[in-house]
């Protein structure tokens, strides 16, 4: 008897222990804190305080902490720009500020960060799968998450606002479920502040903002005059977080320019004139020196105005090359190559095969999650929908890599998970049932 007691003692405390959120967040920090040392050790310092920086993010934040103000996307000295949005390059300038220009302690410092952003990204996926389906299908989320190598890699593989914008991804889709029927007017302020900060973190999240604002307001059983002030406030304190960027934009410019310019830029690289015949997988890769003389002998305006025109006159001219290209980029941006068996085929290691298979098993995992949450009309289908249906949308039609993907795959696992759980369901409940004889009396 004993024995007995201590075998479910220790189940009881493993059982606690996997669903504990406190545990799965420290294990998801202290795998990509041990990832991010290792890849450290093996790269010199040098190039670590310099190489990792020399992106747009890295140029504007170098501008900002050397007093030029939000400029200079390429790091020669071409005046405002609009080229990103403000959060992220702002967080990196006072990393700048803090631990030094283009230094090793800063590298460090921004890695630290995005680890912080990208662990605690946790506990807002808990919480929604714990609203949606319970803490069994809450925690099982939340672990494929910790420990999803994509989520290792990309804190110390990106300075960029990637890993922030998961956080603010998945704290949107928690935000959304916990306002359902909310009537007090702190929780829709509060929910149109983190839409403001999200939208100036990245715009591309943007696409989500109509449904899931749409979708919290719409059980309010009140005549519109009660209900509309509320979606309506949240909606006014989003762009009103967004406007004294936008005025600055207009002032700089002398156009509306809301959030960022360079969706022209985005588009362009994805549908030019550089596409061959020959290799019908996407046009050839913009050349970036090319086109950073240009855009510093233009300005930023007349270059945006030319790569649009450009990417017009191309998707005008191919009709049938677009829909070739819009077929190649969806598979892209779900498996990362547009030829994901070959890809497995020609990896070089064990390691490389692993994460492609994770990353093939994501979007595999959500279509299931898709179909079980039409077949049985869960309640929260359409929130959880948007992510995988309207978020990849400009990039069907841009261009694409498995690092934008990454914001919503947090999101991903939940919907795998929530597929799992409800094909399980569905066969348990469709298994025949034995009956005991009944036993002489």
Same mark, same amino acid.
């Given at each position: 008897?004993?024995? =007995?007691?201590?075998?479910?003692?220790?189940?009881? /405390?493993? /059982?606690?222990?996997?669903?504990?959120?406190?545990? =799965?967040?420290?294990?998801?920090?202290?795998?990509? *804190?041990?990832?991010?040392?290792?890849?450290? /050790? &093996?790269?010199?310092?040098?190039?670590?305080? *310099?190489?990792?920086?020399?992106?747009?993010?890295?140029?504007?934040?170098?501008?900002?902490?050397?007093?030029?103000? $939000?400029?200079? @996307?390429? &790091?020669?000295?071409?005046? @405002?720009?609009?080229?990103?949005?403000?959060?992220?390059?702002?967080?990196?300038?006072?990393?700048?500020?803090?631990?030094?220009?283009?230094?090793?302690?800063?590298?460090?410092?921004?890695?630290?960060?995005?680890?912080?952003?990208?662990?605690?990204?946790?506990?807002?996926?808990?919480?929604?799968?714990?609203?949606?389906?319970?803490?069994?299908?809450?925690?099982?989320?939340?672990? *494929?998450?910790?420990?999803?190598?994509?989520?290792?890699? =990309?804190?110390?593989?990106?300075?960029? %606002?990637?890993?922030?914008?998961?956080?603010?991804?998945?704290?949107?889709?928690?935000?959304?479920?916990?306002?359902?029927?909310?009537?007090?007017? /702190?929780?829709?302020?509060?929910?149109?502040?983190?839409?403001?900060?999200?939208?100036?973190?990245?715009?591309?999240?943007?696409?989500?903002? @109509?449904?899931?604002?749409?979708?919290?307001?719409?059980?309010?059983?009140?005549?519109?005059?009660?209900?509309?002030?509320?979606?309506?406030?949240?909606?006014?304190?989003? $762009?009103?977080?967004?406007?004294?960027?936008?005025?600055?934009?207009?002032?700089?410019?002398?156009?509306?320019?809301?959030?960022?310019?360079?969706?022209?830029?985005?588009?362009?690289?994805?549908?030019?004139?550089?596409?061959?015949?020959?290799?019908?997988?996407? @046009?050839?890769?913009?050349?970036?020196?090319?086109?950073?003389?240009?855009?510093?002998?233009?300005?930023?305006?007349? $270059?945006? &105005?030319?790569?649009?025109?450009?990417?017009?006159?191309?998707?005008?001219?191919?009709?049938?090359?677009?829909?070739?290209?819009?077929? !190649?980029?969806?598979?892209?941006?779900? $498996?990362?190559?547009?030829?994901?068996?070959?890809?497995?085929?020609?990896?070089?290691?064990?390691?490389?095969?692993?994460?492609?298979?994770?990353?093939?098993?994501?979007? !595999?995992?959500?279509?299931?999650?898709?179909?079980?949450?039409?077949?049985?009309?869960?309640?929260?289908?359409?929130?959880?929908?948007?992510?995988?249906?309207?978020?990849?949308?400009?990039?069907?039609?841009?261009?694409?890599?498995?690092?934008?993907?990454?914001?919503? %795959?947090?999101? !991903?696992?939940?919907?795998?998970?929530?597929?799992?759980?409800?094909?399980?369901?569905?066969?348990? %409940?469709?298994?025949?049932?034995?009956?005991?004889?009944?036993?002489?009396?």
């Amino acid at each position: 008897m004993p024995s =007995i007691n201590r075998m479910q003692l220790l189940t009881a /405390r493993l /059982r606690s222990a996997s669903t504990s959120i406190v545990l =799965i967040t420290l294990i998801a920090f202290a795998a990509r *804190l041990t990832f991010a040392w290792y890849e450290a /050790r &093996q790269i010199p310092a040098q190039a670590l305080s *310099l190489v990792p920086f020399q992106t747009e993010t890295g140029h504007i934040a170098y501008s900002l902490a050397t007093g030029k103000g $939000f400029s200079s @996307p390429f &790091q020669r000295d071409t005046g @405002p720009t609009a080229w990103l949005t403000p959060v992220y390059p702002a967080l990196l300038a006072a990393i700048f500020k803090l631990f030094g220009v283009y230094t090793l302690h800063a590298f460090y410092a921004a890695v630290f960060l995005n680890t912080v952003f990208s662990a605690a990204t946790c506990l807002p996926v808990f919480l929604a799968g714990r609203r949606i389906s319970g803490i069994g299908v809450a925690s099982a989320a939340a672990w *494929l998450w910790a420990l999803f190598p994509n989520g290792l890699l =990309i804190p110390f593989e990106w300075i960029w %606002d990637t890993s922030l914008s998961v956080l603010l991804a998945a704290s949107l889709l928690w935000a959304t479920l916990l306002l359902r029927d909310s009537m007090r007017l /702190r929780n829709w302020s509060l929910y149109g502040l983190l839409w403001g900060l999200t939208l100036l973190t990245n715009p591309a999240l943007a696409l989500l903002f @109509p449904i899931l604002l749409l979708w919290a307001a719409s059980p309010i059983r009140q005549p519109w005059r009660n209900w509309l002030p509320r979606p309506a406030l949240a909606a006014a304190l989003a $762009f009103a977080c967004c406007l004294p960027w936008t005025i600055r934009n207009y002032v700089q410019f002398h156009k509306f320019v809301p959030l960022r310019s360079n969706f022209a830029f985005e588009l362009y690289i994805g549908n030019n004139e550089n596409y061959d015949e020959a290799h019908r997988y996407r @046009p050839a890769a913009v050349t970036q020196d090319r086109e950073i003389l240009r855009y510093v002998r233009m300005g930023e305006t007349a $270059f945006m &105005q030319e790569e649009q025109r450009k990417a017009f006159a191309f998707i005008a001219a191919n009709p049938r090359i677009e829909l070739r290209l819009l077929a !190649l980029r969806f598979v892209d941006f779900w $498996f990362g190559t547009s030829a994901p068996v070959a890809a497995f085929a020609q990896a070089g290691s064990f390691a490389l095969r692993l994460l492609l298979l994770c990353n093939y098993f994501a979007p !595999l995992g959500t279509l299931l999650g898709i179909l079980i949450l039409i077949a049985r009309r869960n309640a929260y289908a359409i929130p959880l929908l948007a992510f995988p249906l309207a978020f990849p949308l400009l990039y069907y039609v841009t261009h694409t890599s498995l690092r934008y993907r990454h914001p919503i %795959d947090p999101v !991903l696992f939940l919907l795998l998970v929530l597929g799992v759980h409800g094909l399980w369901q569905i066969f348990r %409940d469709r298994a025949p049932r034995s009956t005991a004889p009944p036993t002489a009396a």
